[in-house]
DNA sequence: ACGGTTTTGACAACCGTTTTCATTTTGTCC
DNA sequence: GGACAAAATGAAAACGGTTGTCAAAACCGT
């Protein structure tokens, strides 16, 4: 897990992601950019995504639309995500018993080579109580 | 969960679905379908796979690469999919534990109205064998 | 058979993402 | 500091999956 080269693009594109709670497009975190005066383009905000990605800097996952979301993770560590629909809130969560289920279900079937997805998504207090 | 109008093309989409052991890309079945003779259109698969969709009569989930893979369920209750990562067969697996682990989680966090994914990806003992 | 609704399919439009390529910036060795 | 190579950048074009448009065809109840 090589750490992503540091250019000022790139960190332009890492605090922009770190400022937010949530998990944002490739588009939001341009939009932002721009709007903070940056000159930034597009397509680089693509590529710095990417590299922090690759460098597991940063989490992705896709919309049900299909649409790639990002997010600076705090834990390098393995781990998976409570978001809220409304305000994209997140809330990163370990489970042991999960990854223990995934792997006996897997062992049983005979599969190997395991890698799994697991996102839970809802509504948070504070969107529930703003209704 | 209404059932969706049963047409001759929806059928055949159906049809062409649950030929198969695995997830299947909207563009995989018109291939499939058109190489059987078939002059449906494109987009004609695409409304089918939606329709069932929306009946609930396939699941759907996103690849990595963002494209829509459908497959149509054995089963009308909640479950999740042991997928074989080369030859794409796909295992129904009901995960009591997961549900109450998801809703566990959820409910310390004071989210409700929650959903999740749970898909576990991995290498099938036919492909593990046949390397 | 008739009129109205639904479905269909060719094609164009969309949208997020990637590629291309010329220009700019960065790093490094002198 | 200056020169040069390598890496990064941005505008625009290309791409690929998916959705919208619209006229023609199939289906339905009478």
New binding site residues.
């Given amino acids: 897990m090589t750490r992503a ?1 540091t ?4 960190n332009a594109v890492r605090e922009a992601l770190s400022e937010c709670e949530g998990f944002r ?3 939001d975190i341009y939009a932002a950019l721009r709007a903070d005066g940056s ?6 905000v ?3 995504l ?1 590299a922090l990605c690759d460098a597991g800097e940063v989490d992705v996952l896709r919309t049900d639309e ?3 979301v990002y997010r600076a993770c705090r834990t390098e560590e393995h781990h998976h995500h409570l978001v809220c629909r409304d305000c994209g809130r997140t809330i990163e969560v370990a489970g042991p018993a999960v990854e223990r289920w995934a792997a006996a279900i897997a062992d049983e079937h005979g599969f190997s080579e395991i890698t799994h997805t697991v996102e839970i998504f809802g509504r948070c207090a504070d969107c529930t109580g703003a209704e």
Same sequence: chains 1, 2.
């Fill in positions: 080269s250019t000022s693009r790139r497009s490739a588009q000159k930034i383009g597009l397509t680089t693509y590529r710095a990417q299909g649409e790639a």
